[in-house]
């Protein structure tokens, strides 16, 4: 048996779809300049086009067909020598249509293998958020933005060269820089641009030791899957039960409404962005709880509405909805470490709460200058100057 | 007279990476389709995809029409194909099974359709993994099934599909059936045949005297009753009697004009030789199991694996040959047959069946399923079906059929 390679992207669903897809091409086309067959292939169960869901691509590579073959009597790999993670907000785990729980992002990882992420975060910040793992690897960032575009479009602004820089940098047994920058050249749009961005992070990529067990340590939710007997009969499940009034956590009392969620499938690993609800504003005008599409909120005793941060995918409709111009603000994950009731905090100490949410909110991007994808015509045009100049600065 | 050297082989074939589907669609491209009809669903819709991108990009040049379901895209393209357009279309799992009623009327008209079916599970439950039930939903019908294993065979196989569905002595449709997920989904490195390759090998299509047309008035499929019908099936049974010679020839063509081999074009024998048993399956079953083979060869034990290719025609006769030296077989179903004799998947019934008339041994012959729903059938399976048929072989009682990778 020869020696097998094996890469993981971790992607967040459609956005990021085309440059995970692009990157794998890229890394099967540049180690097959080294005459290596390979494959590329998108984890089919996930289901990639849910805009935000967690998301993986793959590319394995072999010293020969056989091994290759070793490689691909599998639905995927499942021990990875680098994962790149394509969204930093992504370290806080993947919950996707493929896994059941919430699955760490090195996961996967060899002893000693790569994580590498794109962030302009510090590792350590990483850390609070990167699950502990049972063997030691590498962490490493490299600066960039998400890279996030429309549903059938691809930014073009250097992020897939630079991660396979990144990986010539981690790897170099799978494809050198040689390899690279050829394929780089001979099969990418304007690749003479292009080798110049990649050979940047090839240069500026390194990485430092994550010992077994250091990172964030919080338990992860396991399931059993049910036996074949131990099923219900005619495709069926059963329905959820009602649900029940809230409590007030200071006064203890009863009212409102909480509705029973899924307790195998939360949905919050697809949120980059978080509503932050300014309480003291709201109007309980129910028009985000009307409106949000995964009845993420809950009906408060005192009648307002707080989002449950398990259940909230992030989609921003609330804020998009709310009449009330400083109520409900988007924030970027980065700035939360758990997913804990605002509400309960609101209650207990409201004049704490209102400067927390005075300093989160007072990071947020304003609405008219966040997308996803493409909301004004130009727009694509001005997102690429300015992806490129956090590029070149490496 | 000057010599003309004539260089065998002396086109320089691209290599591309690409999907299963992509592959197809590049055979198509290829091909010079006249009309494609698409209607999506998971995983076939990756091949409607990329057509779309070649006609798009100005690379091919064809009606394109996109459907309002699966009734009307196979219904445009029978007729299509009918007034000599040569078509395109696809479908999977339950899309496969809502144009069923122009699936069943496309032989009996004698239409040389390719479609691909991206395997997928019957709904309900919703599920897009690979099960074999889909495509194996026509096999009485006249349709010619074919599995295949790599993109690769993807692309060669649909080159393979027009020749032999338009020969005029077959002229009926073929379905390349592709494992979701494995095939459709994943980038390999294939060789593209140059245009010139292809025109050697791949004759305009002509329907003579069925064509369609002003100047060659017929009607087709008129209303006939019991003093009609029974004729007309014969000579739709005609030919499947002349498929097996007709697919055989149209293979060495193929291995002539393109350099590739082949071998044998109904089934892929892998380290059968000196065999004591063999297990046998369809499509990308086929990737664990060679992985299989070569583990229980190096710890010592005579196994092999044969991948079925073409489902129908069923090459019984050598099949049975084939078969009938091993101590025992397993047949490896990626589909299910629920009440069928022995309750044992479609392809072990079929292989049974094969085997009984003949005079030779009748070794014994094990049912599995497994992989349903894109399930992964992992080399440990493999290990585990092959300990049971070693187990028949040596003449302990072991169950007829068995569900393997069933959580119980």
């Known amino acids: 048996m020869g020696q097998l390679f094996a890469v993981e992207i971790i992607y967040r669903g459609v956005f990021q779809k085309t440059l995970a897809k692009n990157i794998c091409r890229g890394i099967v086309l540049s180690a097959h300049n080294e005459g290596k067959p390979g494959l590329s292939f998108g984890r089919y169960s996930d289901s990639p086009e849910r805009n935000g869901i967690p998301a993986k691509s793959y590319a394995i590579v072999a010293t020969d067909d056989e091994t290759l073959e070793a490689g691909m009597a599998q639905y995927s790999p499942k021990q990875f020598d680098i994962t790149v993670v394509l969204d930093d907000t992504l370290c806080k785990g993947l919950e996707s249509w493929a896994w059941m729980g919430l699955q760490p992002v090195n996961h996967f990882l060899k002893s000693n293998a790569t994580l590498a992420v794109i962030s302009n975060a510090h590792p350590d910040t990483l850390l609070k958020f990167i699950h502990f793992h049972d063997k030691p690897y590498r962490l490493g960032t490299f600066s960039g933005i998400p890279s996030f575009s429309g549903m059938w479009n691809f930014k073009d602004d250097h992020t897939d060269v630079r991660v396979l820089g990144v990986i010539a940098k981690a790897m170099p047994e799978l494809f050198s820089w040689t390899s690279l920058k050829k394929y780089i050249a001979a099969k990418v749009k304007d690749g003479a641009a292009k080798v110049g961005s990649a050979k940047l992070a090839y240069e500026r990529f390194d990485t430092v030791e994550v010992k077994v067990g250091e990172g964030n340590t919080e338990p992860l939710r396991q399931y059993v899957r049910p036996k074949w007997e131990g099923m219900r009969e005619g495709t069926t499940v059963v329905g959820m039960a009602h649900g029940g009034p809230m409590k007030d956590p200071v006064t203890g009392e009863a009212g409102g409404y909480r509705p029973v969620r899924s307790d195998t499938f939360l949905k919050f690993t697809s949120r980059t962005l978080r509503p932050v609800i300014n309480f003291e504003t709201c109007t309980k005008c129910t028009l985000c709880w009307l409106n949000c599409p995964d009845a993420a909120f809950d009906v408060t005793p005192d009648g307002l509405y707080d989002a449950d941060l398990q259940a909230c995918c992030g989609c921003g409709v609330c804020e998009q909805i709310c009449p009330v111009s400083n109520c409900i603000t988007m924030v970027s994950e980065h700035q939360f470490t758990d997913n804990s009731s605002e509400w309960v905090a609101f209650k207990k100490d409201k004049a704490a709460y209102k400067t927390w949410v005075a300093a989160k909110s007072a990071v947020a991007v304003p609405l008219d200058q966040r997308s996803n994808g493409y909301r004004y015509k130009g727009q694509y045009k001005e997102q690429i100057s300015a992806a490129l100049e956090v590029a070149n600065k490496g | ?408």
């Open chain 2, 1 to 408: 007279m000057a010599t003309i050297a004539v260089e065998q082989h002396k086109h320089v074939e691209q290599e591309a990476l690409i999907t299963g589907a992509e592959a197809i669609a590049v055979a198509c491209k290829l091909a010079d389709v006249d009309v494609v009809t698409a209607y999506p669903i998971r995983p076939y819709d990756t091949v409607m995809q990329y057509i779309s991108q070649l006609v798009a990009d100005g690379e091919m040049d064809c009606e394109y029409i996109a459907a309002e379901g699966e009734h009307s895209q196979f219904e445009i393209v029978k007729h299509a194909s009918a007034c000599g357009a040569r078509v395109f279309c696809g479908s999977s799992g339950v899309g496969w099974m809502y144009a069923m009623e122009c699936l069943t009327v496309t032989p009996a008209l004698r239409i040389p359709m390719v479609a691909m079916v991206g395997n997928r599970a019957l709904d309900d439950p919703g599920a897009f993994g690979v099960e074999h039930n889909d495509a194996l939903s026509v096999r009485d019908l006249g349709w010619n099934l074919i599995w295949v294993n790599s993109a690769q065979e993807c692309l060669d196989t649909a080159l393979l599909a027009y020749r032999i569905a338009e020969d005029r002595r077959m002229m009926v449709p073929v379905a390349i059936s592709c494992d979701g997920s494995f095939l459709t989904h994943s980038q390999a490195l294939v060789k593209v045949p140059t245009q010139e390759q292809v025109k050697e090998f791949l004759p305009p299509y002509d329907r003579g005297e069925l064509l369609m047309h002003p100047d060659n008035v017929i009607s087709i499929a008129p209303q006939c009753n019991e003093d009609w019908v029974m004729e007309i099936r014969r000579s739709n049974y005609a030919v499947t009697e002349r498929a097996l010679d007709v697919i055989t020839e149209c293979y060495a063509d193929f291995e002539r004009v393109f350099d590739r081999k082949v071998g044998n074009p109904f089934f892929e024998e892998y380290m059968t030789e000196d065999a004591d048993v063999v297990l046998v399956g369809m499509g990308t079953l086929s990737t664990p199991a060679r992985v299989a083979v070569r583990k229980m060869r190096a710890e010592g034990q005579k196994v092999g694996f044969v991948r079925l290719r073409w489902f129908r025609p069923f090459p019984a006769e050598a099949l049975a040959r084939c078969l009938s030296r091993f101590k025992a077989i397993g047949v490896v179903d990626r589909d299910y047959s629920l009440g069928s004799p022995h309750l044992s998947g479609v392809v072990a019934t079929e292989i049974r069946s094969a085997l009984y008339p003949g005079t030779g041994p009748k070794p014994p012959v094990l049912g599995f399923i497994c992989g349903l729903g894109g399930r992964e059938v992992l080399v440990p399976d493999i290990e585990k079906m092959t300990d049971f048929v070693s187990q028949a072989a040596a003449g302990k009682s072991v169950p007829l059929t068995q569900w393997i990778g069933l959580r119980e």
